[in-house]
Nanobody, 115 residues
Framework: VQLVESGGGLVQAGDSLTLSCAASGSTASINVMGWYRQAPGKQRELVATITSSGGFTNYATSMKGRFTISRDNAKKLMVLQMDSLKPEDTAVYYC?????????WGQGTQVTVSS
């Protein structure tokens, strides 16, 4: 499985941004997928996860109500809709995918929110 993120950029506080994660390879083996982020000098942290059917989602507390995770298995795509962005959301955002043999990470996409 290979993952490629896109959609990052520079926005102002209060703006919205949509990140995409395109999967390729043995995508039928993918179970849970997720978004994580890493700010400079900080550890990588959970943003949100979604089950294979999309029926169950989980969000970090600070993202609840502002971020929405979704996936389209037919299109091999996972999306993170981010609304009401804050400067503290500035980070590199990574998507990941779990299969039976382990986890795969994308290369990340930079999101910068100016105040």
């Amino acid at each position: 499985v290979q993952l490629v993120e896109s959609g990052g950029g520079l926005v102002q506080a209060g703006d919205s941004l949509t990140l995409s994660c395109a999967a390729s390879g043995s995508t039928a083996s993918i179970n849970v997928m997720g978004w994580y982020r890493q700010a400079p000098g900080k550890q990588r942290e959970l943003v949100a996860t979604i089950t294979s059917s999309g029926g169950f989602t989980n969000y970090a507390t600070s993202m609840k109500g502002r971020f929405t995770i979704s996936r389209d298995n037919a299109k091999k795509l996972m999306v993170l809709q981010m609304d009401s962005l804050k400067p503290e959301d500035t980070a590199v955002y990574y998507c990941n995918a779990w299969t039976r043999i382990g986890v795969t990470w994308g290369q990340g996409t930079q999101v910068t929110v100016s105040s």
